[in-house]
């Protein structure tokens, strides 16, 4: 470095006056398309209802902020993915703070207050050393996540054509969006490096060795033999190029999924502990569902705005997997359609009905989204609509008319409900009648269906031998309403849930115990005040506390399916694997399990609906399989009635009966504790 040289940068170099005021002319312009775009979605967002029920927290924007700075919800389960937005986010952070520090002292205190310009000397040089870096970087994630769009090219990114509603994208032009914004990325990082490049090559300050990468290449063009002034010479048109596509990336921004720049935090802010009780309080609202924009929440419009079409939902999705018309990025895609271009029109025809009944409310998709994008409340809500329109699945009306009639989905007398006490050697005590301390919520499938007697007989020996005070609530017991309400049903849940809480309010009682993680759900975080266990929480509990001994531990490999209503929806994942280790199993767990679990295919109200014709495999049918090749593994063990009538069907049609069987994880305690 000779001590002549001055250490800073000339911005514009050999630009003329003219072309410096045609940029800022631009820039101007650009920046006015932006802000027309930011206010046009700030008037569309105002359009929702506000939602007070569910309230940014500190902890909320806290964790938020570390998701943005770690990219960990953007890491978790998609490496090559996450580790290139981790450094195109990277890089893209460092030059945004590099832009600003140029505008600053070059725009504002150059012109204004010299004497005060700070880009010189070794901060110049600390400076000049970041930019580099984070160009570095900005590139290096460009190639990863271009490389894994070109090549690698994962299911994610596939928009199959499907049923789709009018107007839709077509899946070439969504491609074409994508590229052409990370092709914009692309162009603005390789663009910045040509500046710098030419910029060092034109005038050789040694001081430039800091900024690494511009004097590597700017040595590597000289040894092609690029002069000084042919560097000076194209210096203005490179510079140029690179203002332009850096000028229209700004512009852009509002009008792409570039836009989850700015409001990317927001759903991962809003993100429930526990999706079970935040579900409940989305769906305590507007009961009528969703007939236009004005009844979704603020909350919601920005969400469906923040989706990046990563395309992880699609692949978590069971329905979408299956070859259902449903696909939860395209829902997104759909409503963000919808509420772009919907200037306050009807719902109807937003989204295809189908895709709407296709859904098993197992919320993989809210709980994948590595943008927290809430799917599932919006879908219910549009479900509700329909019913309200009376567009209700031909099955599913069935089911309704019966749990309407007898209280439960199967049509049965509720003078059935009990029958299946008979034959166990002792009386369950009649909660209606005598004090107990907990009260058995059995439900619909573990009371009614033959296939279930045996497990559910095998939960009341157990509390038998464990001296539980228990009781249930025979004739007077309801369907729990958990799938009436996913079905969009909101009067008859209304009207079940009540007939139960007259049924409970005469019972006495200190806790609900169940079976059933669909009326776990419901009792929990739907009813009232009630304090709810599951079977297994509270076996779990007597163990520990040695009220039961498993003295007859069958040794057995066994794996376990974790049903959505428990695992994803109440966080109980632990419990269920100490109860079955402590009645001797050992458990293989399956690839996809705890909160990746694959559905069973049941929730939602699709366990009354028909299948759909074209269908590739089942949800149940792919679980079962996923099981069986564990190999070793001798039984899927369950927790849920609803997955034991699901599961068992799909072992008859995949041909696995005989290589694998399920069972109620209480069948396996009772041996054990009851031998
Ligand atoms: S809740 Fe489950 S079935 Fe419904 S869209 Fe989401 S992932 Fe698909
Ligand atoms: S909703 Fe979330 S998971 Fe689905 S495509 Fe959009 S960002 Fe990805």
Known sequence: MTGAEVIERPYFYTLPVWLIA???????????????????????????????????????????????????????????????????????????????????????????????????????????WGADLGGMLLLCGFLILAIRRGVVKPAAFQYAERLQPQGFPKPGTLVRQDWLLLGLVGLAGVGGFLVETFRIRATEPVFETVSFAGWAFSGWLAGMGLSQQGARAAFGYIWYLHALTALGLIAYIPYSKAWHILVGWYGLALRPAQRGAAMAAALKQTGEGYASVADFTRDELVMLDACIRCGRCHVACPAATAGFALSPRDLILALQRYVTNGDGASTAGAVPDAWLWSCTTCVACDDVCPLGVLHVP????????????????????????????????????????????????FKIKDARKE????????????????????????????FEKAGLNFGILYESEQNSGNDVRRAGEEGLFEMLRDKNMKALEKARFEKIVTTDPHSYQALKNEYDGFRVMHAVELVDELLQQGKLTASNKREVKV???????????????DAPRRVLASAGARIA?????GAEAWCCGAGGGRIWMEDVPG??????????REAAALGGVEALVVCCPKDMVMFQDALKT??????????????????????
């Open 22 to 128: 045609a940029f800022y002319l631009i820039a101007a312009l650009s920046l006015a398309v932006f802000f027309y775009g930011v206010f046009r979605k700030i008037k569309r967002y105002r359009q929702g209802r506000r939602d007070a029920s569910q309230p940014f927290t500190a902890a909320g924007l806290l964790r938020a902020a570390v998701d943005v700075i770690t990219n960990r919800t953007i890491l978790r389960g998609e490496l090559l993915g996450g580790v290139g937005h981790l450094l195109l986010f990277a890089g893209f952070a460092i030059l945004f703070v590099a832009t600003l520090l140029v505008l600053v002292d070059n725009d504002i205190l150059r012109l204004l207050l010299p004497q005060w310009s700070f880009l010189k000397g070794d901060f110049y040089l600390g400076f000049s």
């Open 378 to 425: 919006m879908l219910i809500q549009l479900r509700r609509r329909l019913v309200a329109d009376g567009a209700i699945e031909s099955r599913l009306q069935e089911a309704m008319t019966n749990l309407n009639r007898y209280g439960n989905s199967l049509g049965q007398s509720p003078r059935n409900r009990p029958k299946w006490t008979q034959g166990l050697p």
């Open 559 to 573: 794996t376990y399916h974790d049903p959505c209503y428990l695992g994803r929806y109440n966080g109980v994942y």
């Open 435 to 462: 004090p107990v301390e907990y009260l058995w919520f059995v439900g619909d499938y573990a009371s009614f269906d033959p296939r279930l007697a045996e497990a559910t007989r095998s939960t009341a020996m157990v």
């Open 615 to 624: 269908i590739k495999e089942r949800p149940a049918e792919s679980r079962v």
């Open 654 to 675: 995949t041909g696995l009966e005989g290589k694998l069987v399920v069972w109620d994880a209480m069948e396996l305690v009772k041996e054990a504790v009851c031998s």
């Open 589 to 593: 767990e399956m690839p996809r399990h």
